[in-house]
T-cell receptor, first 114, second 115 residues
Framework: AQSVTQLGSHVSVSEGALVLLRCNYS??????LFWYVQYPNQGLQLLLKYTSAATLVKGINGFEAEFKKSETSFHLTKPSAHMSDAAEYFCAVSEAGTASKLTFGTGTRLQVTL | GAGVSQSPRYKVAKRGQDVALRCDPI?????LFWYQQALGQGPEFLTYFQNEAQLDKSGLPSDRFFAERPEGSVSTLKIQRTQQEDSAVYLC?????????????FGNGTRLTVT
């Protein structure tokens, strides 16, 4: 069975500060890992994904994440937060080679303050 | 349409009523997924279609939940004899191919409230 754990249900940063959202995974086989963002009253949108190529993955809106097998982590970062980054962020995992379901974490709500 | 469309946007049902939730995926998308998102939780997988074939329904919580995609396009999630614990946002997503290779496009969801 696979799962993801997102540490911190709420994260608050100042505008211009570093964003770090944590995700640790558990999988018995090599995983594929994803970050999704959900803005208020909108559907989930893919930010980036790791599918066993480069361990440092760059996504949209200046976000990136690094796959660290030794730490079973896939933390999401952005060097400088913008007010428009305020949203809910979900980490998700699927088993490598499978076509179907994603298993999501419980989400982290990012607040950006002036 | 440009994206995944779900209807209705909101649904209020009395306990014991049957409901039907509709999903219009992006045209040409082979894969279709249903997820359930309870308040304060991440989405949880319900079921997966590849074209009209339901390949995985392991996430359906009980036999009161039924999903279909008869022509490989529009899908309907039906919940019979609704219970309060069924209250959640039901998300539909579609993709061109396998989830690891093709991004999932999510609809805005249907918020179901069972009173």
């Amino acid at each position: 069975a696979q799962s993801v754990t997102q540490l911190g249900s709420h994260v608050s940063v100042s505008e211009g500060a570093l964003v770090l959202l944590r995700c640790n995974y558990s999988s018995s086989v090599p995983p594929y890992l994803f970050w999704y963002v959900q803005y208020p009253n909108q559907g989930l949108q893919l930010l980036l994904k790791y599918t066993s190529a480069a361990t440092l993955v760059k996504g949209i809106n200046g976000f990136e994440a690094e796959f660290k097998k030794s730490e079973t982590s896939f933390h999401l970062t952005k060097p400088s937060a913008h007010m428009s980054d305020a949203a809910e962020y979900f980490c998700a995992v699927s088993e490598a080679g499978t076509a179907s379901k994603l298993t999501f974490g419980t989400g982290t709500r990012l607040q950006v303050t002036l | 349409g440009a994206g995944v469309s779900q209807s209705p946007r909101y649904k209020v049902a009395k306990r014991g009523q049957d409901v039907a939730l509709r999903c219009d995926p992006i045209s040409g998308h082979v894969s279709l997924f249903w997820y359930q998102q309870a308040l304060g939780q991440g989405p949880e997988f319900l079921t997966y279609f590849q074209n009209e074939a339901q390949l995985d329904k392991s996430g359906l919580p009980s036999d009161r939940f039924f999903a279909e995609r008869p022509e490989g396009s529009v899908s309907t999630l039906k919940i019979q004899r609704t219970q309060q614990e069924d209250s959640a946002v039901y998300l539909c997503a579609s993709s061109l191919g396998p989830v690891y290779n093709s991004p999932l496009h999510f609809g805005n969801g249907t918020r179901l409230t069972v009173t």
